[in-house]
T-cell receptor, first 117, second 107 residues
Framework: EVQMVESGGGLVQPGGSLRLSCAASGFTFSRYDMVWVRQAAGKGLEWVSAIAPAGDAYYSGSVKGRFTISREDGKNSFYLQMNSLRAEDTAVYYCVRKIWGHGFDVWGQGTMVTVSS | DIQMTQSPSTLSASVGDRVTITCRASQSINSWLAWYQQKPGKAPKLLIYKASSLESGVPSRFSGSESGTGFTLTISSLQPDDFATYYC?????????FGGGTRVEIK
């Protein structure tokens, strides 16, 4: 079964850091772009970051310079290191598999990040 | 960045109704447009990719079409399970962007 499971969410103070992890299973992880999408409570979906199989990384303007995406193909996992966190980063963060030409076909269940003092 | 303008933001409909949701891109996205359905507390689910291709397992009452930079999601006969929020998503280029969402509620 194809599955993605996030971990690492929690409560952090403004200016703090948090590292999200996503463990994938059921497919050849190294062949796919992997993506983070977030959703604030009662709001729409926001694309955050993506990493290609070769390691090329992409970021939204709202997180560029503060967040870093990485992957570890040997562990079928990828990560989002979030620094200098702000209240507006509070959201559910989903890890997602992207198929070129196909969109986002597999989503994790989401992990909650709350930035508050 | 490519902007995706989705309308309406809320739609009230009855079971059996034909429902149409539109999304317009601020520039060409070469048909790289997907539609997702999201229910409260759940992750989004892919319905349509490449503007008009139906994802495996998705009922045939869902369809997508395009005209230039305009895209449409149609539900031919609304079912009770279809009351949810729908999002369009362009994946032509990074940064990817989503439409603001359309909540389909019971009339």
């Amino acid at each position: 079964e194809v599955q993605m499971v996030e971990s690492g969410g929690g409560l952090v103070q403004p200016g703090g850091s948090l590292r999200l992890s996503c463990a994938a299973s059921g497919f050849t992880f190294s062949r796919y772009d992997m993506v983070w999408v977030r959703q604030a409570a009662g709001k729409g979906l926001e694309w955050v970051s993506a990493i290609a199989p070769a390691g090329d990384a992409y970021y939204s303007g709202s997180v560029k310079g503060r967040f870093t995406i990485s992957r570890e193909d040997g562990k079928n996992s990828f990560y989002l290191q979030m620094n200098s966190l702000r209240a507006e980063d509070t959201a559910v963060y989903y890890c997602v598999r992207k198929i070129w030409g196909h969109g986002f076909d597999v989503w994790g269940q989401g992990t909650m990040v709350t930035v508050s003092s | 960045d490519i902007q995706m303008t989705q309308s309406p933001s809320t739609l009230s409909a009855s079971v059996g109704d034909r429902v149409t949701i539109t999304c317009r891109a601020s520039q060409s996205i070469n048909s790289w447009l997907a539609w997702y359905q999201q229910k409260p507390g759940k992750a989004p689910k892919l319905l349509i990719y490449k503007a008009s291709s139906l994802e495996s397992g998705v009922p045939s009452r869902f369809s997508g079409s395009e005209s230039g930079t305009g895209f449409t999601l149609t539900i031919s006969s609304l079912q009770p399970d279809d009351f949810a929020t729908y999002y369009c998503h362009q994946y032509n280029s990074y940064p990817h962007t989503f439409g603001g969402g359309t909540r389909v509620e019971i009339k």
